[in-house]
């Protein structure tokens, strides 16, 4: 089945570019996401990128997405203290699954 | 439209006692899913629905746990009896294509 990898841990200073980084194996993922989940709270929709796109702006948000390596990158740009959380990449495969890595937590420092 | 709501909040329950999740998606979301996210990891998928039948159940541990979605639409999730590596949030998502899942608050249990 699909397997996401993510690194466990990023820490960057207020106004700085976070860059988060996925790995998954299921080449034939049609759609990739990116979810926020702060502290005691539930799973925030980010933003999603169809498999046949490279790359996907949302005003301070870029996905890019390497389908030949199985690469996905989420890119904040000016990070505030309001985007420290968990991040996880999910991807959707077969039957509609949708899997999830293991999170991404980014700590925005001042 | 309204978002896909669970119930209890919160639970939580001594080992070996028995609880129950309940979920009712989006309308006309034909796929739901329950999802258990443990302390420090990433939601791991335990059932997936298509309507009123089951898609992939691989991950559930059924000795213990069991799901049903009548008439396809609300679902119930029972954990019996329960340990306690159960302690975990229970995700309930919906989804009416591939792409378009809706995540519920989800209902954290404790079992002590």
């Known amino acids: 089945g699909e397997d996401v990898e993510q690194s466990l841990f990023l820490s960057v200073r207020e106004g700085d570019s976070s860059v988060i980084n996925c790995t998954y194996t299921d080449s034939s993922s049609t759609y990739l996401y990116w979810y926020k989940q702060e502290p005691g709270a539930g799973l925030q929709l980010l933003t999603y990128i169809f498999s046949n796109m490279d790359m996907k702006q949302d005003q301070r948000l870029t996905v890019l997405l390497n389908k030949k390596d199985k690469h996905l990158s989420l890119r904040i740009a000016d990070t505030q203290t309001g985007d420290s959380a968990i991040y996880f990449c999910?991807?959707?495969?077969?039957?509609?699954?949708?899997?999830f890595g293991t999170g991404t937590r980014l700590q925005v420092t001042l | 439209e309204a978002g896909v709501a669970q119930s209890p909040r919160y639970k939580i329950i001594e080992k070996r006692q028995s609880v129950a999740f309940w979920c009712n998606p989006i309308s006309g979301h034909a796929t739901l899913y329950w999802y258990q996210q443990i302390l420090g990891q990433g939601p791991k998928l335990l059932i997936q629905?298509?309507?009123?039948?089951?898609?992939?159940d691989s991950q559930l541990p059924k000795d213990r746990f069991s799901a049903e979605r009548l008439k396809g639409v609300d679902s119930t999730l029972k954990i019996q009896p329960a340990k306690l590596e159960d302690s975990a949030v229970y995700l309930c998502a919906s989804s009416l294509q591939s792409y378009g899942y809706t995540f519920g608050s989800g209902t954290r249990l404790t079992v002590v």
């Open positions: 999910a991807a959707t495969g077969t039957a509609s699954k949708l899997t």
């Open positions: 629905f298509q309507n009123n039948g089951v898609v992939d």
